[in-house]
């Protein structure tokens, strides 16, 4: 069965850190680009990285440039996302996703093919 299948989510205190993974099953993981989207109480999901695959641009929102940092491990057909410097606005549910090419491109979200199953992140003090 091919799917995405994430792992890392957890609570933490402003300041603190969380390493999410995205294992890819069934298919090679640098087939496609991978991005990173989160989805906060009362708001759409928005995406917030993403990883090419074919020219290896990394593509980061605004509000996470500087805290956070994707990659790829190809040999364990991983996609991580490294977040530090934490805050409470960052809470929500992050989601792993397939684009639909190998370049992620600025139009990234909305060429996802398909999802994670999410992974709940909660930054309270």
């Known amino acids: 069965q091919v799917q995405l299948v994430e792992s890392g989510g957890g609570s933490v205190q402003p300041g603190g850190s969380l390493r999410l993974s995205c294992k890819s099953e069934?298919?090679?993981?640098?087939?496609?680009?991978i991005a990173w989207f989160r989805q906060a109480p009362g708001k759409e999901r928005e995406g917030i990285s993403c990883?090419?695959?074919?020219?290896?641009?990394?593509y980061y929102s605004d509000d996470i440039r500087g805290r956070f940092t994707i990659s790829m491990d190809t040999a364990e057909n991983t996609a991580t996302l490294q977040m530090n410097d934490l805050r409470v606005e960052d809470t929500a549910v992050y989601y792993c996703?397939?684009?639909?090419?190998?370049?992620?491109?600025?139009?990234?979200?909305?060429?996802?093919?398909?999802w994670g199953q999410g992974t709940q992140v909660n930054v309270s003090s």
């Open positions: 990883f090419s695959v074919g020219d290896r641009k990394r």
């Open positions: 069934g298919r090679p993981i640098y087939y496609n680009a």
């Open positions: 996703a397939r684009i639909t090419r190998t370049n992620c491109g600025d139009d990234y979200a909305t060429r996802v093919g398909s």
